[in-house]
């Protein structure tokens, strides 16, 4: 059932009941009203018999029928009343209105019998005489205590009843006006009582809504005072409870958002509650919130849904390192721990994902690099002693043998020397970088450049290799001397070992949009594009025989980018093979 206004309930019952209050009011009134005046017209009938009586009593023992008869006559007119005197046997004496003659015998009559008798007989009935209803009083006329007959008088009810219907209209008149007053009352009075309620439900219905800053309007009755108060207080305790809330969300979304590792929230039936920011990157989910879906429709990789479905049946805490193969490969390490609620009821799992990518790859590259070492280590002790044991097999004993192989010994033993150096250097420019940087400090690059190209002078005299030298004047960096001497002396050194003989190594060095550019150029060998992109790792070579015949370690260039990185800067290589190489460093002039 549809339920109402409480104005629309209030309202109707209020009238309801004023008007039958009314109804019952005027009702009483009218009947108390027509009693009274038939009291009334009683009494007054009561004093005119008594009048009556008193005068005219003597005349009746006298039987004086034809005098009394004419004074009853101009009586009754006079007094607007009918008289009547009957004679103990009911025949009629004298009348007011008729001839006694023609009327009958009254004794039957109800207020005659009565009178007769002594007493004071009322009645209203009907006048066959007069054709009307009349309203009779009936009492004995006594003389020397006896009964000698009866007076009576009467008047028409027609009378009474028209007094009455000329006061009835006034009586409804004014119910009617009361009414009216009433019903705009009662609608005063059942507004007055719902519109506090109303205003109530309304804010009941805003702080539903949330709006919680604005309180109620506290009015009205002192129990609508107390409501008022109670929901204000209410919305405050709410408000206060909503930023507590909320502000512990915000602290926790933003932990979640700052995290690097990928979180995911996982329920029993395999739906995401929770992806954070770094865990949306990594599987590369559009924005839009994926909560609620099923994970396998957000994130498609195998290997994690596995995991988490095992996490979902597992008690303990799970961990596993998955491996995503999408545009990279990519080595996660996953914890899963079983997520419960607040009471302690389990309802998923939280899956925490740490990229070690880096760290698999740092590790291989090590292991590639012990591996290296070793076997660039191993070939020069292979070849030294090898020649030892061909010296202490008897090979010393001839004088070109002995020299030949100490020479093969001696020239491992450099190559030794300068593996083991290079190793150094590396080591040393990385331990710099990791101990808080290189400090670097603004320094003109010329005299960097002068104690490089004379480093390799000798090298360049033995190859038949010109170095040409160019520096922009006044040209500064913010640098660390002696670590870019040595990528240069790296660079020209190459330069030189792999220019054909009587070629050219150019060395220039410039400024350009806020850079210095030192510039190596050779005309020789050039390096195939395909090697280019690795040529700065370790150990990598395009010509391994050449390089280690022309004393090479492998290691230059790579010490050659750590020098440059700890500059901020970055090296760069240009080349045709055919043509030679041109490698550039870069460096910021800041
Ligand atoms: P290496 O000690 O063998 O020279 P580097 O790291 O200095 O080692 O150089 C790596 C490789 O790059 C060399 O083996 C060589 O093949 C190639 N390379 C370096 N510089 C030049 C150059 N100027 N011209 C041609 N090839 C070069």
């Keep these: 059932m549809k339920a109402r206004r409480l104005l629309w309930q209030l309202y109707p019952s209020y009238l309801l009941l004023i008007l039958l209050l009314l109804l019952a009011v005027t009702w009483y009134v009218s009947v108390e009203l027509r009693a009274f005046h038939y009291q009334q017209t009683k009494l007054d009938l009561r004093a005119r018999t008594t ?19 004419s004074l009853i006559r101009r009586l009754g007119e006079k007094s607007g009343t009918r008289i009547t005197i009957i004679l103990p046997d009911g025949q009629v004496l004298a009348d007011s209105r008729e001839a006694p003659h023609l009327m009958d015998n009254h004794r039957t009559r109800p207020e005659i019998a009565r009178a007769l008798k002594g007493e004071e007989g009322v009645s209203i009935r009907f006048s066959n005489t007069l054709g009307q209803t009349l309203m009779y009083v ?15 008088t009467a008047i028409p009810m027609t009378a009474v009843e028209r007094t009455l219907s000329s006061i009835y209209p006034k009586i409804a008149g004014g119910g009617l006006l009361i009414a009216v007053l009433a019903a ?40 609508m005072r107390r409501l008022g108060e109670a929901m204000n207080q209410m919305a405050k305790e709410l408000a206060q409870r909503i930023e507590m809330v909320s502000d512990q969300r915000n602290e926790i979304e933003a932990v979640l958002a700052s995290m690097s590792e990928g979180v995911l929230a996982v329920d029993n039936e395999e739906r995401i509650l929770r992806l954070n920011q770094a865990a949306k990157s990594l599987f590369a989910v559009s924005d839009n919130p994926p909560q609620g879906k099923q994970i396998q429709e957000v994130i498609r990789q195998a290997d994690l849904q596995l995991f988490v479905r095992r996490a979902l049946s597992s008690v303990e805490r799970t961990e596993e390192e998955l491996v995503f193969r999408g545009r990279q490969e990519c080595y996660l ?24 990518t880096r760290l698999r790859r740092l590790e291989s590259l090590r292991r590639d690099f012990v591996a290296n070492v070793s076997h660039e280590l191993k070939t020069p002790i292979t070849a030294i002693s090898g020649a030892v044991e061909t010296l202490l097999d008897g090979g010393a004993e001839d004088a070109d043998t002995a020299e030949k192989f100490l020479r093969i010994t001696s020239k491992q033993a450099d190559r030794l020397n300068a593996l083991v150096e290079d190793l150094l250097d590396l080591s040393r420019i990385e331990q710099g970088g990791a101990e808080g940087g290189w400090v670097l400090t603004r320094e003109p690059i010329a005299p960097v450049l002068e104690s490089a190209r004379q480093a390799c002078d000798a090298l ?31 660079l020209l050194s190459n330069a030189i070992k792999y220019s054909n003989p009587g070629g050219r190594v150019v060395l220039e060095a410039l400024s350009r949009d806020e850079m210095v550019i030192i510039k190596v150029q050779d005309y020789g060998c050039g390096i195939e594009e395909k090697h280019q992109a690795r040529l700065f790792e370790r150990f990598y070579r395009v010509d391994k025989a050449r390089s280690r015949q022309l004393g090479g370690t492998g290691l230059g260039l790579a010490i050659v980018k750590h020098a440059v ?12 093979p055919g043509s030679g190489s041109t490698f550039t460093i870069l460096l910021p002039n800041r």
Excluded at 338 to 355: C, K, N, Q, T
Aim: aromatic content about 2%; some cysteine; proline content about 4%.
């Design 51 to 69: 009048l009556v009586e008193q005068q005219l009593a003597s005349r009746i023992a006298h039987a004086q029928g034809g005098q009394l008869d």
């Design 138 to 152: 009936a009492k004995p006329a006594v003389v020397d205590g006896r009964i000698i007959g009866c007076v009576r």
């Design 184 to 223: 705009i009352g009662c609608l005063w009075l059942s507004r007055r009582l719902s519109q506090p309620l109303e205003q109530m439900e309304m804010g009941a219905q805003r702080f539903a809504r949330g709006e919680l800053a604005l309180p109620l309007n506290v009015s009205g009755s002192k129990e």
């Design 333 to 356: 390490h996953a914890v899963g721990s079983p997520l419960y609620s607040a009471a302690r009821e389990r309802i998923g799992v939280l899956v925490v994902l740490h990229d070690v």
């Design 460 to 490: 360049a005299k033995k190859a038949d290799v010109e170095i040409t030298s160019t520096c922009q004047e006044q040209l500064v960096a913010r640098i660390h001397p002696p670590l870019l001497e040595q990528a240069v002396v790296n």
């Design 565 to 576: 990185q700890a500059h901020r800067g970055e090296v760069t290589v240009v080349s045709q």
